[in-house]
């Protein structure tokens, strides 16, 4: 996709580091998955685990049926500010928190046939749509995303077709199924194959079946057909309602982070300190890895001037990534990342006392609203 250009005059008035959430560009990735849900019939959640960013909530409400949650507070935060069908999954419920989760949800889904077996019952008398997370034990992930792969041996994510007993399942109304990241339909088609050789004697009795998230629809490469063909394939054979949850799809290349050069360096390569950090702010680089984009800037000695971008804590790995850029930078230089939306806001921290970027809007008319700001109080508070 063509990176929105936007005019320095934006930047500059804006604190920084800051978060900016493009509205333009996240209309364009809703209006496909609006797309997708007219034509299936299909229902689309927005997975806050990835995007929480519920000042754009209402918005997003326009063209998604509500929010799938992980535990209390993203429940909560999801049917207060965006309303709709509240979905939530966990590994395991706390039984302090289980009576005030139930007043946000309308649906719940549990992780094994002891805990449905658990609160199963206050969630039906509730009124709550209960569901399983099912493991097909069907690894698509690449080798070097072990960490995200919920089917490898001893996952604790969801539950093996050899441990389920029918007899115990009797009263559920769904199935629930995640076994994606950041993949093509292709990876869908063959998980689903698994769900329906292991689980689809489940399947005949149930409601709705959600597929989780990590499809990324709203990608240019993205496989809409296949995508198509497999939910109208599952919604017509066992007759029911499915849901995706998708996160990243939602905001992808819809956000940006700005920051500021704070001094330049020379040890062995030319080294940026920035305002803003890997670790505290987009730790996802560190744990994936992966090297986010730069507006204007090019591969490393693809451009006359190559510098290694990193923040100003104390951990020698707070490397964002090398770049080369058109001319030498320098402190009060800015730079903006992009696709800074998804997994960034809902992931920062503030260790070493570093502060949280600001949170921003830009609007369809060009104009950025700040939306919130952090300082010493939302550092202190978190300790003690």
């Known amino acids: 996709m063509t990176e929105r250009i936007i005019a320095p005059d934006i930047l500059y008035n804006i604190p920084s580091p800051a978060f900016v959430a493009d509205k333009s560009l996240l209309r364009r990735n809703l209006e496909i998955l609006r797309g997708l849900k007219e034509r299936t019939g299909c229902k689309i959640l927005l997975a806050q685990k990835a995007f929480s960013m519920f000042n754009l909530y209402p918005f997003i ?10 535990g209390l507070f993203e429940a909560r935060l999801g049917a207060e500010e ?13 039984e302090d928190e289980f009576a005030e989760i139930l007043n946000y949800l309308s649906h719940i889904v549990f992780n094994s046939a002891a805990q449905w077996e658990r609160f199963g019952e206050r969630a039906k008398t509730a009124g709550k749509s ?10 698509t992930q690449p080798t070097d995303r072990a960490i995200y792969d919920s089917c490898t041996v001893g996952s604790r994510l969801g539950a093996t077709a050899a441990s389920l007993d029918a007899e115990r399942l009797h009263g559920l109304d769904g199935l629930h199924f995640h076994t994606l990241c950041e993949q093509n339909s292709d990876a869908l088609a063959v998980t689903l194959t698994a769900v329906e050789e292991k689980f689809g004697y489940l399947m005949k009795d149930m ?9 990324h629809i709203t990608r240019e490469d993205y496989d809409m057909v296949r995508l198509e063909a497999c939910i109208n394939r599952t919604q017509e054979k066992y007759s029911v309602q499915v849901y995706l949850e998708p996160g990243e799809a939602v905001v992808l290349n819809a956000g940006y982070l700005v920051a500021i050069v704070l001094d330049v360096m020379f040890n062995g390569i030319n080294i940026a300190i920035l305002d803003t950090s890997a670790a505290c702010h987009m730790p996802d680089v560190l744990e994936v890895p992966y090297r986010p984009g730069v507006i204007g800037a090019g591969e490393p000695g693809e451009k006359p001037f190559t510098y290694r971008l990193g923040g100003p804590t104390c951990l020698a790995g707070d490397i964002i990534g090398d770049y080369s850029f058109n001319a030498p930078l320098k402190p009060g230089d800015r730079l903006v990342f992009t696709d800074m939306a998804l997994y960034t806001m809902v992931k920062t921290n503030t260790f070493n006392g570093m502060n949280l970027p600001s949170i921003a809007v830009l609007h369809e008319d060009g104009n950025v609203e700040t939306v919130k700001a952090f300082g010493y109080e939302d550092f202190k508070n978190r300790l003690s």
């Open 207 to 215: 409601k709705w079946l959600n597929f989780g998230g990590g499809h």
């Open 61 to 70: 409400g326009e063209y998604l049926d509500g929010t799938a949650a992980s």
């Open 82 to 94: 965006m309303g709709g069908e509240s979905h939530v999954y966990s590994p395991a419920y706390r």
């Open 130 to 139: 209960c569901g399983l997370r099912i493991n097909p034990e069907c690894s």
